[in-house]
């Protein structure tokens, strides 16, 4: 199969230059698509949204959400893992995530928990919201209501006795 595809006549050379980079963005879109169960295919990502990742080469979650047809969701979904692809293809050192025993926002995060447990009378304070779901909100940042109930173990009843708050929190914490 040919790394080359036809798009744009301005960017066709890029493609024949960079077969290997185009080679490798087709194959982790499947491997996308399979993982994250998007279907059909170009609804990870399509050929011109590929083509301005070849031609941009993007290696900052910034520089990655600049790109045509990419979006916070997607960045949510699968964008760590394509930024690494792409900076071990450029050479660049690999994005790890930090450790959670180390992040500032997963000691806020739990702070609040706590503070909501207290008030709300939860206990045990994981009844508020576990782990997975404090890794899911460091993951997904969620802005919106609709992003929050997106997050794992958040549905409408938590939501409708501690999401404002939470998400007033959350807004706070991502301004400073």
């Known amino acids: 199969m040919s790394g080359t595809i036809q798009l744009g006549k301005k960017n066709k050379e ?3 230059v960079n077969t290997k980079f ?6 982790e879109r ?3 698509s399979k993982s994250n169960k998007i279907f059909p295919l170009y609804l990870v990502y399509n050929d011109r949204t590929l083509e301005d990742i070849i031609e941009k080469k993007p290696v900052t979650k910034e ?3 600049s790109i045509k047809g990419m979006n916070k969701e997607k960045y949510n ?3 760590i893992y394509l930024l690494n692809k792409i900076r071990e293809f450029l ?6 995530a930090p450790k959670k025993e180390d992040t ?4 806020f995060l739990k702070e609040i928990r706590r503070i909501i447990g207290e008030y709300n009378k939860i206990s045990p304070i994981y009844n508020v919201f576990n782990n997975k779901t404090l890794d899911d909100i460091i993951s997904k940042e969620p802005e919106t ?3 929050l109930l997106a997050v794992y173990g958040i549905g409408e009843r938590n939501y409708n006795i501690w999401g404002d708050y939470l998400l007033k929190e959350l807004i706070k914490y991502y301004k400073k």
Request: no cysteine; net charge positive.
């Open 91 to 96: 050479g660049h050192e690999i994005i790890n």
């Open 63 to 65: 520089s990655l959400l």
């Open 30 to 32: 499947k491997n996308i």
């Open 22 to 27: 185009v080679d490798m963005l087709k194959i």
């Open 14 to 16: 890029s493609f024949k």
């Open 104 to 107: 500032v926002f997963q000691t």
């Open 145 to 147: 209501k609709e992003e």
């Open 77 to 79: 979904k699968f964008g």
